[in-house]
């Protein structure tokens, strides 16, 4: 008898919570896919190296749901990028000119975004945490290899290669457009040392503190969707 009423209870607890719930009317999620691509500038944000900011390219695809009956949609996006990177050095330790080194540096973001609608669909404010994952700094001339690094008396150009390879970003943003043609910029700042994974290996010179610095990359693309 007190099994059968606690079934009792258990059903009229169901039910009621399913009426309470209920929605009074129902709307139609539309899902979307987008692909796009567009340019970045990236830089790391230490005082271990004098940086400066380069030029990239960045290809996309996300997948969105467009909740009609809420003030936000939510997608899903991928990100990978190519993008320059700059330190300043010079071609010996007692040249006095400054010379910029250029680096290649591929880097992946997985996001989870919430578009807040500012004018419907048509303009939103974006912003989502991601997980990023960092390919080595790659030297875009091999001439410039044995260039010493500002700061450094000895710590050459070419040793500076690994950076750590999974981040988490913050990122902030909007979105612009109207139909199929979307116009996005994205500003996204990793929350973890980057420069941490040079603690590890065995330069010919490290800085009287450890190696330290964040990510920083500004996005504008341009996305089709479907």
């Not at 380069?54 to 969105?64: E, I, P």
């Not at 700059?86 to 040249?95: I, K, P, Q, W, Y």
């Not at 680096?103 to 973001?109: E, G, K, L, N, P």
């Not at 990122?171 to 994974?197: R, S």
Request: hydrophobic share 40%; no cysteine.
């Amino acid at each position: 008898m007190q099994i059968r009423s606690y079934f009792l209870l258990v059903a009229f607890t169901l039910g009621f919570v399913t009426i309470i719930h209920a929605q009074p009317k129902s709307y139609d999620i539309k899902n979307g896919f987008g692909i796009g691509g567009g340019l970045t500038i990236f830089d790391i944000q230490t005082d271990n190296f004098e940086t400066k900011a380069g030029n990239g390219w960045m290809v996309q695809a996300s997948a969105t749901a467009d909740l009609p009956h809420k003030w936000y949609n939510i997608s899903y996006n991928i990100q990978l990028a190519q993008n320059k990177l700059e330190l300043m050095a010079r071609e010996n330790v007692t040249d006095q000119m400054d010379v910029p080194v250029a680096y290649d540096v591929f880097t992946a973001q997985l996001g989870l975004v919430m578009h807040i609608k500012l004018i419907g669909s048509l303009l939103t404010l974006d912003a989502g945490p991601q997980l990023q994952y960092n390919g080595n700094l790659e030297l875009s001339s091999q001439n410039q290899e044995t260039f010493v690094l500002n700061g450094y008396n000895t710590l050459q150009a070419g040793e500076i290669k690994g950076l750590s390879k999974f981040n988490v970003n913050g990122m902030v943003g909007a979105t612009a457009g109207f139909g199929p043609i979307k116009l996005k910029a994205q500003y996204m700042y990793g929350l973890l040392n980057t420069l941490d994974a040079l603690n590890d290996q065995n330069l010919s010179e490290q800085p009287a503190s450890d190696f330290e610095g964040n990510m920083s990359m500004l996005a504008f693309t341009v996305l089709f969707t479907f």
